[in-house]
């Protein structure tokens, strides 16, 4: 079971056990991290999951897609080398340990 650390944007963590298997949107939309909105529902309609993704990780991450890409040009907050859409973003055991930083506006 994957561990996730999410730091709002003044730094503060919040950390939370995820299930294998299900988008990192998921697992903060679940556990009601402040931030995250996912309101297409992880269908990549949206840009309310954006995090940005600890540069020790963001290596490791599958590449952004087309489609991805293109949303994360339509981010409310500053889109970053380390942008990443959190539904996008499948959970794995070989991501336990994994930092993001919540943007200040998802809207």
């Known amino acids: ?5 999410f730091l709002d944007p003044r730094g503060r963590p919040a950390t939370i056990d995820a299930a294998a298997g299900v988008s990192l ?5 679940r556990a009601q991290v402040p ?24 290596a490791g991450l599958p590449p952004v897609s087309p489609a ?8 409310a907050s500053e889109r970053r080398a380390t942008s990443r859409l959190s539904c996008q973003i499948v959970l794995t055991d070989a991501l336990d340990g994994l930092v993001v930083t919540v943007p200040d506006a998802q809207i």
């Not at 949107?25 to 939309?29: D, N």
């Not at 991805?68 to 981010?75: K, P, V």
């Open 1 to 5: 079971m994957p561990r996730v650390t």
């Open 25 to 29: 949107m998921l697992a903060a939309v």
């Open 35 to 58: 931030g995250v909105l996912g309101e297409c529902g992880g269908s990549l309609a949206c840009a309310t999951c954006h995090v940005y993704v600890d540069p020790a990780f963001a």
């Open 68 to 75: 991805e890409d293109e949303m994360l040009d339509a981010t």
